[in-house]
């Protein structure tokens, strides 16, 4: 245990997958970082065999402790390793998710110029063989190119590679528990952040690696529960009397269906047909949404 408050405190929310979650510990205890300047922080969401004993192998490498809390989703998980952190910047990644070796120290390096901003890293997919898994990350990169267009200019980050400032993100009201679980709290983090006048920079040299293995149908529903999640943002939007998102132009589209061909991936026509799926799921899961919200409200 360290005798200072470390420099950064690691929080991993965890739901049932002790292999992911032993492939990301083993990659954070290789980082390249002093090991008194950074925690961990492992949350269980409500596993029904919470991995004491995994965490338990990890402490003679890494300054680690487990917490445990009734299944809440990964937002609530995320708040409660914030909550019990000892450090003065907090950075997220998810248990199935593998930060490259210098990944804190490019945090830091970032920092020092950027010490209030909330930063992102670059994301990539691991699972090379896997076309659902390829495609979702590959439209998370288009996204990314799309909204982000440089360096202190970012819009949005996903929540499994971001890091802030702890007082900030408390500050900011930390992650919306009220949304879908999983599927719009680092949108509405992010958007939230910039509403309030902070600032988002994307650090392209922050990187992990992820490993979100997908089939056709949790594909499906994974872009459905996103469509589904955007009704809750642009909900809570409205709430705080912000403006209306508007439609993204048809170049934004356009983009969208090129950007495999952009990337000279493999298997171009089922990749860019996968692209075009996500966009028709979201589009189903938001009025779906919707349409539940507005019968349960009469």
């Known amino acids: 245990m360290n005798t200072q408050n470390p420099y950064f405190s ?15 510990l083993n990659s954070v205890a290789r980082l390249e970082y002093p090991k008194e300047k950074f925690e961990v922080i492992v949350v269980d969401d409500g596993s029904a065999a919470p991995p004491e004993e995994l965490v338990k192998s990890f402490l003679d490498k890494l300054d ?50 950027y010490p209030e901003n909330l930063l992102g890293g670059d994301i990539i997919n691991a699972l090379e063989d896997n076309p659902y898994s390829m495609a979702s990350q590959l439209l998370v990169n288009y996204l990314y190119s799309y909204y982000n267009t440089g360096p202190e200019s970012a819009s949005f980050f996903t929540s ?21 679980r999983a599927t719009a709290e680092d949108r509405e983090l992010c958007d939230r ?13 922050a990187v992990v690696y992820h490993s979100h293995k997908l089939s056709f149908t949790t594909f ?20 705080r009397g912000q403006e209306k998102i ?10 969208l269906v090129g950007y495999p061909y952009k990337r000279k991936v493999e298997n171009l026509y089922f990749t860019s047909f996968l692209m075009v799926l996500s966009q028709i799921a979201n589009a189903l899961g938001y009025y779906w949404e919707k349409a539940v919200r ?4 009469t």
């Open 160 to 180: 499994n590679n971001i890091a802030m400032p702890k007082e900030g993100f408390l500050e900011s009201g930390e992650f919306d528990v009220t949304t879908l």
């Open 246 to 255: 508007k439609l993204e132009p048809a170049s934004f589209y356009t983009g």
């Open 294 to 297: 507005t019968l349960n409200s």
């Open 193 to 205: 952040w910039l509403y309030q006048g902070r600032k988002l920079t994307y650090i392209d040299k």
């Open 64 to 113: 680690i402790r487990l917490i445990t809390q009734v299944n809440a989703g990964p937002a609530g998980a995320r708040n409660t390793g914030a909550k019990n952190a000892n450090g003065r910047y907090l950075a997220f990644t998810d248990d199935d998710c593998e930060p490259e070796p210098f990944w804190l120290q490019e945090y830091e390096n970032a920092f020092e110029i």
């Open 220 to 239: 499906w529903r994974q872009h459905f529960n996103y469509g589904r999640g955007a009704y809750y943002f642009r909900k809570v939007r409205a709430i």
């Open 10 to 24: 690691l929080i991993i929310p965890t739901y049932e997958r002790p292999e992911q979650l032993t492939r990301c």
